[in-house]
């Protein structure tokens, strides 16, 4: 059975999502090390972006979803209110749907936005390297990556691409009319850093500082965009010269404090300051908004224009549903197909046996006939034993895959005494 528990930016506060972001960190390889060994769990995926933390699990029974959702709750240190308006659960197809969805970026903050696939299957790499998973959600990851890539070429979701870096961008663009002339800050030399560049200049962005821990990293997107890179002991007077400020570091706790961002003010003779926060735990105090002449958003406050770009791709992502329903519907008939398995191979194991124990029986009379005859009585045998087990082993595969397969199962398992 799949199972599918988390948040997102729909159903928890940001505050919600840095305590789970926080306290569901693994320092080897980002899975949490308990999290297998929930009652139930046999397979798990742990999947955590700015927007959303969602455990992926093959399970038991119904029962390990409960125990899922404790365990979030547990890690984010969420209250009984927190996590009965947070938490989602979803069971069996449903969660194959949400899961597809999310891999095609319809559940995403910017639908059709590109980072979530490439998340997505760097969770997969992280819970392969941990042997977390199995034969059910390695087929099902790769069919979620097949649902991406169908929605991807065969809609025009992706059109025009969005992020919630183009939102901040857009953001941008709306404070100042045009970003010509403007002196922009990126801290950060990330993956959200880098696309952020990549749409600042592309939005007519002439001069850009990047800030970041590492300046080798930081010289480098520098220099892919023409620009200048300061470490963060320069912050303070890259902070004076700027007039925008977009922040995507992976720092633990905040970059940007309220003393720091008044400290650089006094230098910058009222000058408007403009901060765009998009970093998941948030780089900047949300004190900073106080001060004035200067505005603070952070992803949160990106929504109403994501809204905005979201109405020129709904056309488009009603055809993606119908791709998903279409992977959804061929996962679900394969992991119907896969619970009979067993009692296939119980059924062959018990048919073959019983021929053993019969050729075993004839050896006194089978002991006089030439080797040619005895392979062509032991190959007789077995073909009539395979035409009779053709039927129920098709029977059983088709009927699981259309009707509930445990009750298929079940009958087969009592009809050939398999239990005996």
Not at 190 to 200: D, I, R, V
Not at 203 to 230: D, P, T
Not at 395 to 420: G, H, P, T, Y
Request: with cysteine; hydrophobic share 45%.
């Amino acid at each position: 059975m799949i199972v599918l528990v988390g948040l997102n930016h729909k159903t928890a506060p940001l505050a919600v999502r840095e305590r789970l972001f926080a306290g569901c960190q693994d320092p080897e390889a980002g899975l949490p090390g308990d999290l297998l060994s929930t009652e139930g769990v046999r397979e798990a995926l742990y999947l955590s972006t700015c927007n959303r933390i969602e455990i992926v699990a093959a399970v038991e029974d119904a029962k390990a979803t409960d125990a899922l959702c404790r365990y979030l709750a547990r890690q984010g240190g969420l209250t009984d209110e927190e996590t009965a308006l947070c938490l989602y659960a979803y069971e069996g197809e449903d969660a194959i749907r949400h899961l597809f969805r999310v891999t095609s970026s319809l559940d995403s903050l910017v639908t059709g936005e590109a980072q979530i696939l490439g998340q997505v299957k760097d969770a997969y790499r992280r819970a392969l390297a941990k042997n977390a998973t199995g034969v059910a959600l390695n087929r099902l990851l790769h069919r979620a990556f097949r649902t991406a890539k169908r929605v991807r070429t065969e809609t025009g979701i992706a059109a025009n691409p969005v992020s919630v870096s183009f939102a901040a961008v857009e953001l941008a663009k709306k404070i100042f009319g045009t970003l010509a002339g403007k002196k922009i800050l990126v801290i950060g030399a990330g993956e959200m850093a880098e696309l952020t560049c990549l749409h600042l200049m592309g939005n007519g962005a002439e001069e850009i500082v990047v800030a970041n821990r590492s300046a080798a990293q930081g010289s480098a997107l520098a220099e892919k965009f023409h620009g200048q890179a300061v470490g963060l002991d320069a912050l303070d007077d890259a902070l004076r010269d700027a007039d925008i400020v977009i922040s995507s570091t992976g720092a633990p706790s905040y970059i940007i404090t309220e003393d720091s961002a008044a400290r650089c003010l006094r230098k910058r003779k009222n000058r408007l300051l403009f901060f765009v926060d998009i970093a998941v735990p948030r780089d900047i105090d949300p004190a900073v908004d106080s001060l004035e002449n200067v505005f603070l958003y952070n992803i949160d406050d990106l929504q109403g224009i994501v809204d905005e770009n979201a109405k020129n791709r709904r056309r488009e992502a009603l055809k993606a549903e119908t791709i998903v329903t279409e992977e959804t519907a061929n996962y679900v008939h394969w992991l119907k197909e896969l619970e009979a398995v067993p009692t296939i191979v119980s059924l062959r194991t018990k048919a073959e046996g019983i021929v053993s124990q019969e050729l075993e029986k004839a050896q006194n009379w089978m002991g006089g006939l030439q080797n040619g005859d005895r392979e062509k009585v032991e190959a007789l045998v077995n073909g009539v034993v395979n035409k009779i087990l053709h039927a129920p082993v098709a029977v059983m595969k088709e009927e699981s895959a259309e009707l509930d397969s445990r009750d298929i199962v079940a009958a087969a398992r009592q009809l050939f005494r398999l239990d005996d």
